[in-house]
């Protein structure tokens, strides 16, 4: 039972453009959401969050966008650099902290 | 402040062992949950533990068994290893429960065979 699902295992895109990541979730009572990004070797970063009561965060060159009727979320990233080049999870938070995260999405920004 | 430190960072078990990872969490922190991750996919939750006591469990066998010290570092404890054990194991400590950003270890990766 998949309840976090990135459906894009993978997405190339060329520096300076813009990089888009989609997420989709099934289960309702999620109410707070986070993206990581991992290096090879390295465990998760956290990179931005948005709770359920926001449609939009923006940190920096990231934004996160969350649609809760259509159950999705995104994570765009403009512009794209190579160092961004990564698996990105995204997961939601359950009541006492518990993550529940997506298969991931290799992100490979060419220079 | 020191962040998540796990080890080792590599094993390589027989089926049937039993193994233990270990990981000492951020300064401050007094919370720990482990998680397993499979070639290709992502973390799964397996358990959390807060002030020393198990706070949440994930869908892990009870073979999956785990402790928290007072200094609020933690064991993750694994008995008779299967071949599906295989996979990398990350710690992430927190500060308190809830909506409170978690940081990672950068893992134990285990092989089983």
């Known amino acids: 039972d998949q309840q976090v699902k990135q459906n894009s295992p993978s997405l190339s895109v060329q520096e300076g453009r813009i990089s888009i990541l989609n997420c989709d979730y099934t289960?309702?009572?999620?109410?707070?959401f986070l993206w990581y990004k991992k290096y090879p070797a390295e465990g998760p970063t956290f990179l931005i969050s948005?709770?359920?009561?926001?449609d939009k965060n923006e940190d920096g060159r990231f934004t996160v966008f969350l649609n809760k009727s259509a159950k999705h979320l995104s994570l765009h990233i403009v512009p794209s650099q190579p160092g961004d080049s990564a698996v990105y999870f995204c997961a939601a938070l359950s009541g006492y902290g518990k993550l529940t995260f997506g298969q991931g999405t290799i992100l490979t920004v060419h220079p | 402040e020191t962040g998540v430190t796990q080890s080792p960072t590599h094993l390589i078990k027989t089926r049937g062992q039993q193994v233990t990872l270990r990981c000492s969490s951020q300064s401050g922190h007094n919370t720990v949950s482990w998680y397993q991750q499979a070639l290709g996919q992502g973390p799964q939750f397996i358990f959390q533990?807060?002030?020393?006591?198990e706070n949440g469990r994930g869908n892990f066998p009870p073979r999956f068994s785990g402790l928290q010290f007072p200094n609020y570092s933690s064991e993750l404890n694994v008995n008779a290893l299967e071949l599906d054990d295989s996979a990398l194991y990350l710690c992430?400590?927190?500060w308190g429960q809830g909506r409170t950003e978690a940081f990672f270890g950068q893992g134990t990766r285990l092989t089983v065979v």
């Open positions: 289960n309702s009572m999620f109410d707070y």
């Open positions: 533990y807060y002030r020393e006591e």
């Open positions: 992430a400590s927190s």
């Open positions: 948005i709770s359920s009561i926001k």
